[in-house]
């Protein structure tokens, strides 16, 4: 039986009624990673790969485990590792598909070598096999499903011949979208504002992208938003806080941002949650994550929001298992 406590509790007005929020635990992950995009597919959490401070100093820290989470058990299972170590990649279920795209691979240049692998899972002996490639090599994205199709914006791409190493990459705009039934990739209006380490959720029928970093400027507020029938971005209200490394989850009727970093004044994370509201265009204080992290994931399940491992610290330090589920509950304002 999973120990669950209460870990904070905190009231909003939104409209004529008061959402309280609370924090439970569950299982935490076998091997703690960070630097991960997870998916919620056929009533599981996926994480696959990721980089871990817990990894031996002798080999690179990136893995090519995959670890499931099963929703009516409680509990993770190991599935088949990916074919390679792999981190920043972006995994999407649609169409009844999982599907992993771009992220970092090991190679004699070294573990930052950047990938345009389109990896699914064979649903008949549940191996991971490379179906289709990106236009380019692309990782750090942000990814969302609008009708049926996959949507990737913003990210990092790889410079010169040399790829291999963090400093080879340079920021993007670019965004593709994935067909699931035939694998071609198209062309959509480009993000305003390139950079990568983003996060974004559909709300309303709007993608939302927030945050991020550019290689040269560091982290951002910005807030773009894309309208699929015009095919065009929109400006929103900033972040309270320029934030990068983070998550999003759009959950009753409205976006929530967890966490992220900065490297000012020898760095930090953050631990406060921000909820949007687009009726009034700003965003509000709503909680506390539990633990501040950043490089982490987030999924929502049934209204209940899965913010999943991570970092505690700046960078490739203190990488966390936990799995923690939020939980909002409306009730009539006094």
Do not use: C
Not at 213 to 233: C, I, K, M, Y
Not at 312 to 317: D, F, M, P, Q, S
Request: charged share 15%; aromatic share 8%; glycine share 8%.
């Amino acid at each position: 039986m999973l120990n669950t406590f209460l870990l904070q509790l905190s009231a909003i007005l939104i409209g004529s009624t008061v959402v309280s929020s609370s924090w439970q635990d569950e299982a935490a992950m076998p091997l703690p990673v960070q630097e991960i995009y997870p998916a919620v597919h056929q009533q599981q959490i996926w994480v696959v790969g990721g980089l871990s401070s817990t990894l031996g100093q002798d080999t690179p820290p990136v893995t090519a485990k995959v670890q499931q989470y099963s929703l009516n058990q409680r509990q993770w299972q190991q599935g088949n590792d990916l074919p390679e170590p792999r981190h920043h990649s972006y995994l999407v279920s649609v169409a009844n598909q999982l599907f992993s795209f771009g992220g970092f691979v090991v190679t004699e240049q070294g573990w930052w070598t950047n990938s345009p692998d389109i990896l699914l899972l064979n649903p008949q002996n549940g191996q991971w096999q490379k179906v289709a490639e990106l236009p380019a090599p692309l990782s750090e994205a942000v990814a969302s499903v609008i009708d049926g199709k996959v949507h990737l914006a913003s990210g990092r791409t790889a410079t010169a011949e040399k790829n291999g190493q963090w400093r080879d990459n340079t920021d993007v705009a670019w965004h593709w979208i994935f067909d699931p039934a035939s694998y071609q990739i198209t062309e959509a209006a480009a993000l305003p504002t390139a950079r990568n380490s983003a996060a974004g959720a559909l709300l309303h029928g709007r993608w939302h992208v927030v945050g991020g970093r550019t290689v040269a400027a560091g982290n951002l507020a910005v807030h773009e938003v894309f309208d699929p029938q015009s095919n065009s971005w929109q400006q929103r209200a900033p972040l309270p806080e320029a934030q990068a490394g983070l998550a999003a989850a759009v959950v009753a009727d409205t976006l929530l941002v967890f966490g992220g970093e900065h490297f000012i004044d020898g760095g930090g994370v953050f631990s406060t949650v921000w909820q949007y509201l687009p009726a009034e265009d700003r965003w509000q204080a709503l909680t506390s994550l539990p633990i501040a992290r950043h490089g982490h994931g987030a999924v929502v399940v049934d209204e209940q929001v899965y913010v999943i491992g991570g970092a505690a610290e700046v960078g490739l330090k203190a990488t966390l298992g936990q799995l923690q589920r939020l939980t909002l509950a409306p009730k009539p304002a006094n």
